[in-house]
């Protein structure tokens, strides 16, 4: 049997738009009411330990009320017929809940915690982390999210999964945020390039392709008609 052709999906926050979570660069430029370095910096949380906290309890609480969109669920599809790494800047789980099996937080997930004072003590974390609550070394539990300003651990892996990509989707993401929306320039020269956003920015990398076809559309029905378009 021949090797299967090896599908790399980049997602953004727009590909959650369509099951109710807000992207970040709404209008206001504010997310969910805040400025961005108040609830996602290392700044941030020196300054007020116990609005961060409560920022993503919200968060947390409010995945527990949206579920996996189409464009989520059509993505599993894609297994039957490739290899499919999902690369993720969202720190929701919802390609989880839609069935993707092999996927990369870049920015983290809602749905843990780690030790302030030692990053490799990560815990599930379903419920409200409030101030108080400690690693097993007694250090302050924090959201595990990559803030502003923060490295990027799995980015590594991430370049080493697009390497040898034969595709590359990117879905709802303006690709504004560096690493990752330079992670498209790791990709093989031939591979084929998906944009589906239905506000598309190209950017540096994204120019300097020759095999990019942008799909400006809603997550869920670009996801489809590209979905359908590659199961053949
Ligand atoms: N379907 C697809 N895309 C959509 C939809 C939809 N229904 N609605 C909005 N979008 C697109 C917007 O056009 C925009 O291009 O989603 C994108 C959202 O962009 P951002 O809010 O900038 O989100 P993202 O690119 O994921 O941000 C990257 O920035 O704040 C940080 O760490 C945070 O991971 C985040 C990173």
């Not at 039957?80 to 997930?109: A, P």
């Not at 990027?152 to 303006?174: N, R």
């Amino acid at each position: 049997m021949s090797k299967r052709q090896k599908i790399v999906i980049l997602t953004g926050a727009g590909i959650s738009a369509e099951s109710g979570i807000n992207t970040f660069r709404d209008a206001d430029g504010l997310w969910e009411g805040h400025d961005v370095m108040e609830v996602a910096s290392p700044e941030g949380w020196r300054k007020n330990q116990a609005l961060v906290l409560d920022f993503y309890n919200q968060r947390r609480r409010q995945l527990k009320t949206v579920v996996p969109n189409a464009a989520h669920l059509a993505l599993k599809e894609l297994e039957k017929q490739y290899e499919v790494v999902v690369i993720t800047q969202n720190v929701d789980d919802l390609h989880e809940r839609g069935g993707s099996t092999n996927i990369i937080h870049l920015h983290g997930e809602l749905k843990k915690v780690r030790s302030t004072g030692d990053e490799d003590l990560i815990y599930d974390w379903e419920d409200d982390c409030v101030l108080g609550d400690r690693c097993k070394k007694g250090y302050q539990l924090r959201p595990h999210i990559v803030w502003f300003g923060e490295a990027v651990p799995a980015l590594e892996a991430a370049v080493d999964e697009i390497y040898d990509a034969h595709h590359i989707l990117i879905i709802g993401t303006s690709m504004q945020v560096y690493p990752a929306a330079g992670l498209v320039g790791y990709a093989p020269r031939d591979a084929n390039i998906y944009y589906i956003d239905p506000n598309p920015s190209i950017n540096y990398e994204l120019q300097r392709r020759n095999k990019l076809e942008v799909f400006p559309e809603a997550a869920t029905t670009g996801v489809r008609k590209l979905v359908d378009r590659l199961l053949v």
